[in-house]
Structure formats: structure tokens, C-alpha cells
């Protein structure tokens, strides 16, 4: 089972202020993702990477951005927090396979309340 | 596109009661099949999933769940619950083609309470 990492776990922060949440595994996996969850709500990817360098936009909008400079580390950054970006957000890693056939895993999530 | 329904929003058991999760999909093909469970606060656990041959899988936990072709389905069945068992189950389908990318698609979950 893949180690992932989340933080900082829970977030409470003001309109207007940059945040940085963290994601990172240690299992080399090239592939990683970000999901955006609103409670009870399912979840929507919002940003993916096939590798180091590889960013892509999921396929729910978001105002935040991503990078990824090093295999085990994909950072989210939101320029300008809102209240509408008020969400949890999920991190998970995968262990590659043939198309479809990928397990992924998902770290703890952190929840942001923007106020 | 694809999508995944999960037909139940909330589903109660009693402690000790079987509990079936129902997932249905919508794809052009036999997609790859998996279920996750979210304890509160928590991120994603896989139960199991599905790929090909024998279309009953068995998963952590005591879980179990068959894959219908015929039903666009592959529901979730655990024939004994546990309290620790209440959480939000997700049905997550993956493409089967390199050309539809390579994203899962989840379902919008279903909540399970138990009751004692």
C-alpha cells in the first residue's frame, strides 16, 4: 500500500491569502492527482500528472495550480483563497499498470475553510 | 462520457445485518470497476476492485463484490456488518481505452450508518 501525505490536515485561513497544500509519497509512483470533495458530495479531479514536469487540469475548473518538480511531490497552490474554495481536498498517487488497471491511493485530504 | 451511479444516498443497517451498496455505470465498454470507503475525515481506502475473470471479488474488510455485464453493475455486498463499518463508500470506473484517458470516475457515494 502506497504512503501519501497530506498536510497541513485541516486549514483555516482568510479571504485573499496564498496557501500551499502539500502532497507527498513515498512509493516513486509517476502518476498523481488532486480531487476537489464538497461534504457528502462525490468527488472531481481537478489536476493530474503523468510525471515530473507533466501537469494537466482535471475535468472540474479550478482557480488553483499545481507543479511538479520532484517524482514524490505535488504541491496545490491557490493564489487568492475565496470562500468558494471553501472544500476538501484529496491527494492520491498511482502504481501506473496498463491503462484503466491503476490503483490509486489516497492520502487523508485536508479541509479548507476559507473565511 | 462515462459516469457511475450509486442509486442510495444513505443506507442503514443494524450491527450484524448483511449490507449490499449498489453501483451501476455507464460506458461503452467493460470498464475497470473499483470501490473506496471514506471513514469521516479521512481520505480513501480501496475495498477491491476489478479488472477481469472470476466477476466476484473479494475485498478487505469481509467485502465482496460481483460484476454484471449484463446490469451494468458491480455491487458491493459485506454479509455481516461491524459498527466500524459506517462510512461513505464510493464506486470509482477506470477506461479500459488508452483514447478515454486515463481518469477514474466516482460515483456520487453512499453513506452507510449503523445502527447498534
Known amino acids: 500500500e502506497a504512503d501519501i501525505y497530506q498536510t497541513p490536515r485541516y486549514l483555516v485561513i482568510g479571504t485573499g491569502k496564498k496557501i500551499t497544500l502539500e502532497c507527498s509519497q513515498t512509493?516513486?509512483?509517476?502518476?498523481m492527482y488532486w480531487y476537489q470533495q464538497d461534504p457528502g458530495m462525490e468527488l472531481h479531479l481537478i489536476h493530474y500528472s503523468y510525471g515530473v514536469n507533466s501537469t494537466e487540469k482535471g475535468d472540474l475548473s479550478s482557480e488553483s495550480t499545481v507543479s511538479r518538480i520532484r517524482t514524490e511531490h505535488f504541491p496545490l497552490t491557490l493564489e487568492s483563497a475565496r470562500p468558494s474554495h471553501t472544500s476538501q481536498y484529496l491527494c492520491?498517487?498511482?502504481?501506473?499498470?496498463?491503462?484503466?488497471?491503476?490503483?490509486?491511493?489516497f492520502g487523508p485530504g485536508t479541509r479548507l475553510l476559507v473565511l | 462520457a462515462q459516469s457511475v451511479t450509486q442509486p442510495d444516498i444513505h443506507i442503514t443497517v443494524s450491527e450484524g445485518a448483511s449490507l449490499e451498496l449498489r453501483c451501476n455505470y455507464s460506458?461503452?465498454?467493460?470498464?475497470?470497476l473499483f470501490w473506496y470507503v471514506q471513514s469521516p475525515g479521512q481520505g480513501l481506502q480501496l475495498l477491491l476492485k476489478?479488472?477481469?475473470?472470476?466477476?466476484l471479488v473479494q475485498g478487505i474488510k469481509g467485502f465482496e463484490a460481483e460484476f454484471k455485464r449484463s446490469q451494468s453493475s458491480f455491487n458491493l455486498r459485506k454479509p455481516s456488518v461491524h459498527w466500524s463499518d459506517a462510512a461513505e463508500y464510493f464506486c470509482?470506473?477506470?477506461?479500459?481505452?488508452?483514447?478515454?484517458?486515463?481518469?477514474?470516475?466516482f460515483g456520487g457515494g453512499t453513506r452507510v450508518l449503523v445502527k447498534p
Open positions: 476489478y479488472f477481469s475473470g472470476d466477476t
Open positions: 492520491a498517487s498511482s502504481d501506473g499498470g496498463s491503462v484503466g488497471q491503476e490503483t490509486q491511493y
Open positions: 460506458y461503452g465498454a467493460t470498464p475497470y
Open positions: 512509493m516513486g509512483h509517476d502518476k
Open positions: 470509482a470506473v477506470g477506461p479500459p481505452s488508452k483514447a478515454a484517458g486515463n481518469k477514474l470516475t
